[in-house]
């Protein structure tokens, strides 16, 4: 059955101008990166114990079962430990706690020359170098591209969700590699056609690409609404080729890559070196001043908060991500990953939640189509029947309900709930 598609046009305040405008803060290497071997329930393989010297791109560890993932050093020095410490899910995780001894010696690392490759060897190569999706996501990049039934690769420039810039200001800033990475992942998918995505209102990132991408005959650059979750899969998918699918893109021949991951590999292939930095979003009201950072990879969040002038209230809410999608975070020492693009800094929301006023607004701002509130109810009820007849695992956890509710009732934590019911339901 096909996944429901709602009317997805709510055009939020995107508090962007918080950072956009403002230069990049260039952290100073992190002096003890924490790399969290975390993915999932995986397991992951350690490779590296406690006196081992590192430069920047040696793997360090991997995940090598259904999915290959590797895990790189982001700083040379010595492995000071191997040790458990909260990661980015709020949970306890071994992390490889690397010493840096600043002088940034590189591995010595293979490159690819994206023209001569072959489509194979540039998804072997995106493999080998733990690309992974950078809009929030991580789902490592070389496994979609491992198809023969692509015919439209779609370059996510959106970034729908409030106060995050990440993404844009690294397509901004870096129009060669972009480039460079759109004409490598475009051979690398096979496809005809590729569409490049921009809001119609990112007028400074728009007057990046147009001229980026004029003249090109299988790229085009595609301006749509400015509205959330734009940039969500399924509705890009819908509204540039008016297809909707069950599981995944591919199932209507398409592939979606962020425009921070075609950048990132871009920079792999001429340089040879993994994801061991990432430009993050610190952002929110309650940051004192909100900027893209650059920051290696391992470094604590409470470092990046710091760079922006620290916290403005002395109770705020840390998120990993946006505010509409993004964790709650129990602590800044969590270090940030090689998919981290924002951290946003709020308000703790005090105010209590009332019963629900039935007035319909989750159900009619819902991008997936679905009954917020009747799911709610279903959970309630612990009604397993009813939160499958309802769709319930079609949710994006995009937080438009919770963000529209009147009565204040954190309606997208419940259907987080609600799908966590059904997959131990699943499991039995
Ligand atoms: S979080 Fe709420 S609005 Fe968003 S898809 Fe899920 S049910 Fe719909
Ligand atoms: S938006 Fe809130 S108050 Fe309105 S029906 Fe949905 S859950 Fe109830």
Redesign the pocket.
Known sequence: MLSLIGPMREHLDGHKELTSEKELIVLPPVKEAAIALQRGNAKIQCLVQPGDDVKIGDLIAKQDDFFYVPFFAPVSGTVKAIEKRTSLTNKPADHVIIENDGLDRKAELSTLNAEKASKEEIVAFLKEKGIIGCGGAGFPAYFKYNTDKCETLIINCVECEPFITSDAYTAEHDPEDLKYGVHALLKASGAKKCYVAVKETKKELIAVLDPLFAGEKDIEVKKVPDVYPMGWERTLVYELIGKRYERLPIEVGVILSNATTVVMSARAMKTGLPIYEKVVTVSGEAVRDPHNVLARVGTPIRELVEACGGYSAERVSLLAGGPMMGSALIKDEIAIGPASNAVTVRHPDETEAIA???????VEHCPSGLM??NI?NALKANDVDRLIKLHTTDCIECGL?TY????R?A?TDNIRRAKRLLSLKAKK
């Open positions: 629900c006023l039935r007035c319909g607004k989750c917020p509130v709610v309900c529209i509710c009147p009565s009732i309606v």
